[in-house]
């Protein structure tokens, strides 16, 4: 079956470290990518997307991805975390053409200590 | 600006009975999508709405679902009969277009049936 699949279900971290969440999926053909966010309390919002063009894209508040066509991946990156980074991190995809809908990974929770 | 607003925030109901579930997307978001997500799960796709017309209901995980959505804007999903298998949180989202890939969540419904 068609899937998204996010390796890491939880990560803590202290403040300063690096950060990499796994996403990969198994879809062939032209995909379009995206990182959504959910802080504390708050709704599901959009970090960055992947359409076209160069593989590596940037995002709101430092984060940014790699798409990596041939290992079907796109992972997401800080150099820096901070504790209000502390959220949970969904990775989703949908295939081009008229189908709307995105197909989810299950979410990476992640624990940033001060 | 207003955001996308659902109700009611929390819903517990009898087995057999049927609920209602409401989204009002952000003004002007011609397309409306709704998803479920179960304990452990990650978010599932239902169905889209582009106006008043749903072109993908393929999400819909069994008859006793249906959506409506009047003057391309509020949308009803509602559960006939509903099952102890149909609690979840009930998220609703909405994009100034389709193909505009940036979905706005609102706070989602949490559905228990008892």
């Known amino acids: 079956a068609q899937s998204v699949s996010q390796h890491n279900h939880h990560v803590i971290l202290s403040e300063a470290a690096s950060l990499e969440l796994g996403c990969n999926y198994s879809y062939g053909g032209t995909v379009n990518l995206f990182w959504y966010v959910q802080y504390p309390g708050q709704h599901l919002q959009l970090l960055l997307k992947y359409f076209s063009g160069d593989p590596l894209v940037k995002g709101i508040k430092g984060f940014e991805a790699e798409f990596i066509k041939s290992k079907f991946s796109f992972n997401l990156r800080k150099p820096s975390v901070q504790w209000s980074d502390t959220a949970e991190y969904f990775c989703?995809?949908?295939?081009?053409?008229?189908?709307?809908?995105?197909?989810w990974g299950l979410g990476t929770s992640l624990g940033v200590n001060p | 600006g207003a955001g996308v607003s659902q109700s009611p925030s929390n819903k517990v109901t009898e087995k057999g009975k049927d609920v209602e579930l409401r989204c009002d997307p952000i003004s002007g978001h011609t397309a409306l999508y709704w998803y479920r997500q179960s304990l452990g799960q990650g978010l599932e796709f239902l169905i889209y709405?582009?106006?008043?017309?749903?072109?993908?209901k393929s999400g819909l995980p069994s008859d006793r679902f249906s959506a409506e959505r009047t003057g391309g804007s509020v949308s009803t999903l509602t559960i006939q009969r509903t099952q102890q298998e149909d609690s979840a949180v009930y998220l609703c989202?909405?994009?100034?277009?389709?193909?505009?890939?940036?979905?706005?969540f609102g706070p989602g419904t949490r559905l228990t049936v008892t």
């Open positions: 989202a909405s994009s100034l277009r389709d193909g505009a890939w940036e979905q706005y």
């Open positions: 989703a995809v949908n295939r081009d053409g008229n189908n709307r809908k995105l197909i």
């Open positions: 709405f582009q106006g008043n017309s749903a072109p993908d």
